[in-house]
């Protein structure tokens, strides 16, 4: 127990936190629209509840990757039609694609539906779920993410209760950032669409992800991950182009109220 409170713990607690952190953004946003489907006065108790539950089940999940590694990694079954489609299909990369299309779906139907609407401002999706249903569904996509946190915090340690401590503290702060990121994209309108296509670029790595797991060749070419850094390089575009859009579109706004007003005087 002694080994547990060393300087080297203490540090590599505060680098898988800061892991879990920025692993955790991506569920953050997912969390934020699952929840809106719900009556508007049970949302915070969605996000709540769901996140809590998933912690408890994340740490179960990482007493059971821990203990059985290798069977995520063996084959479940394989297909191999040459030239065509070839795969090895392992726990993992079947959890990472279903989860990933999953998000694909979830983003398309979103962006659909907002672009399908004709009163934006009072717009609310029209796919409603019960409380209990959103709860399942924010813990089954919160273990989906936990895939890679778990397996990326058991490259930095092999200690459990460190990985443990981490996976409670990151779940404390998403509880504590949850309401604040949906009440911002209540307010922030425009955000909404950019946090859609964000959950739509994390689908896709999801999918990339799986497919590399999985060894899938389609017409003979392999299926690449996309990279961390591709990910947050794209994230980082998307920003940019959306603060740069927004600032562009008040200045149209703005010239366009100038010109309208010396029209008037003359």
Same mark, same amino acid.
């Given at each position: 127990?002694?080994?547990?409170?060393t300087?080297?713990n203490?540090m590599?607690?505060l680098?898988l936190?800061?892991?879990?952190?920025?692993?955790?953004?991506?569920?953050?946003?997912?969390?934020?629209?699952?929840?809106?489907?719900?009556?508007?006065?049970?949302q915070?108790? %969605?996000r709540?509840?769901? =996140?809590?539950?998933?912690i408890g $089940?994340? !740490?179960? /999940?990482?007493?059971?990757v821990?203990?059985? &590694?290798?069977s995520?990694?063996?084959?479940?079954?394989e297909?191999?039609?040459?030239?065509v489609?070839?795969?090895?299909?392992?726990?993992h990369?079947?959890?990472t694609i279903?989860?990933?299309?999953?998000?694909?779906y979830?983003?398309?139907k979103?962006?659909?539906?907002?672009?399908?609407?004709?009163?934006l401002e009072?717009?609310?999706s029209?796919?409603?779920?019960?409380?209990?249903?959103?709860?399942?569904?924010?813990?089954?996509?919160?273990?989906?993410?936990?895939?890679?946190?778990?397996?990326s915090?058991?490259?930095?340690?092999?200690?459990?209760? %460190?990985m443990?401590?981490? =996976?409670i503290?990151?779940?404390? $702060?998403? !509880?504590? /950032?949850?309401?604040?990121?949906?009440?911002? &994209?209540?307010?922030?309108?425009?955000?909404?669409?950019?946090?859609?296509?964000?959950?739509f670029i994390?689908?896709?790595?999801?999918?990339?992800?799986?497919?590399?797991?999985?060894?899938?060749?389609?017409?003979?070419?392999?299926?690449?991950?996309?990279t961390?850094?591709?990910?947050?390089f794209?994230?980082?575009?998307l920003v940019?182009v959306?603060?740069?859009?927004?600032?562009?579109?008040?200045?149209?706004?703005?010239?366009?109220?100038l010109?309208?007003?010396?029209?008037a005087?003359?």
């Amino acid at each position: 127990m002694a080994d547990l409170f060393t300087i080297g713990n203490f540090m590599t607690l505060l680098m898988l936190i800061l892991l879990q952190a920025v692993l955790g953004f991506d569920n953050l946003l997912y969390i934020s629209i699952e929840s809106k489907r719900v009556p508007e006065d049970r949302q915070k108790y %969605v996000r709540k509840l769901g =996140i809590g539950l998933a912690i408890g $089940l994340r !740490i179960l /999940l990482l007493i059971v990757v821990v203990q059985m &590694l290798e069977s995520f990694k063996d084959p479940f079954f394989e297909i191999h039609i040459k030239k065509v489609f070839e795969g090895e299909f392992n726990l993992h990369a079947l959890i990472t694609i279903a989860g990933g299309g999953f998000i694909l779906y979830t983003a398309v139907k979103e962006i659909n539906h907002m672009l399908a609407i004709e009163h934006l401002e009072e717009h609310q999706s029209d796919a409603k779920r019960s409380v209990n249903g959103a709860i399942f569904w924010i813990v089954l996509m919160n273990l989906v993410f936990s895939f890679d946190s778990i397996l990326s915090a058991m490259a930095l340690t092999d200690n459990v209760i %460190v990985m443990a401590i981490a =996976i409670i503290a990151s779940g404390l $702060l998403m !509880i504590f /950032l949850a309401d604040h990121v949906a009440e911002f &994209l209540k307010k922030n309108r425009m955000y909404e669409v950019l946090g859609l296509f964000i959950l739509f670029i994390v689908g896709v790595m999801l999918i990339s992800e799986g497919g590399h797991l999985a060894h899938i060749k389609l017409f003979s070419y392999e299926v690449h991950a996309m990279t961390k850094t591709t990910f947050y390089f794209v994230l980082a575009v998307l920003v940019i182009v959306d603060i740069v859009q927004s600032r562009y579109q008040k200045k149209i706004a703005l010239m366009r109220e100038l010109a309208s007003s010396k029209t008037a005087k003359h």
